[in-house]
C-alpha cells in the first residue's frame, strides 16, 4: 500500500512562490506517474501537473502552465512542485497521487492519494 505525505503548503501574497513536496512510501518509485491535483472551496478536484516515473515526460494544466513545474527525486522517494507567480485563484488544497507506470491527468484513474496541503494566496 502506497503512502503519501504533502508538506510545504501555506500563506503567500499573490506574486510570490511555495513549493509543495510529496513523500512516496512504496517501493518502486521509478514506476509510479506522479501528479499534482487541486482542490478550490466549491469546485471539483482539477488536475495540475504530472511526471512519469523516469522524470522524462512532465505534463501540465493550461493554467499553471508557464509558472509552476513538477519534478522528482527517485533516490528519495519525492516529488515536489515548484509554484511562481502565484495567483489568488490558486488557492486549494493540493493533493499528490500515485498511480502504476501510464501517466495520466484524470483523477480517476489514480488510486492513491495524500491528504493534501492548503495552498493559500492573498490578493
Known amino acids: 500500500q502506497v503512502q503519501l505525505v504533502e508538506s510545504g503548503g501555506g500563506l503567500v501574497q499573490a506574486g510570490g512562490s511555495l513549493r509543495l513536496s510529496c513523500a512516496h512510501s512504496g517501493r518502486s518509485f521509478n514506476t509510479y506517474v506522479m501528479a499534482w491535483f487541486r482542490q478550490a472551496p466549491g469546485k471539483e478536484r482539477e488536475f495540475v501537473a504530472s511526471?512519469?516515473?523516469?522524470?522524462?515526460?512532465?505534463s501540465y494544466s493550461d493554467s499553471v502552465k508557464g509558472r509552476f513545474a513538477i519534478s522528482r527525486d527517485n533516490a528519495r522517494n519525492m516529488v515536489y512542485l515548484q509554484m511562481n507567480t502565484l495567483k489568488p485563484e490558486d488557492t486549494a488544497v493540493y493533493y499528490c497521487?500515485?498511480?502504476?507506470?501510464?501517466?495520466?491527468?484524470?483523477?480517476?484513474?489514480?488510486?492513491?492519494w495524500g491528504q493534501g496541503t492548503q495552498v493559500t494566496v492573498s490578493s
Open positions: 511526471v512519469t516515473g523516469t522524470g522524462a515526460t512532465s
Open positions: 497521487a500515485a498511480r502504476f507506470w501510464v501517466n495520466s491527468r484524470e483523477i480517476n484513474d489514480y488510486d492513491s
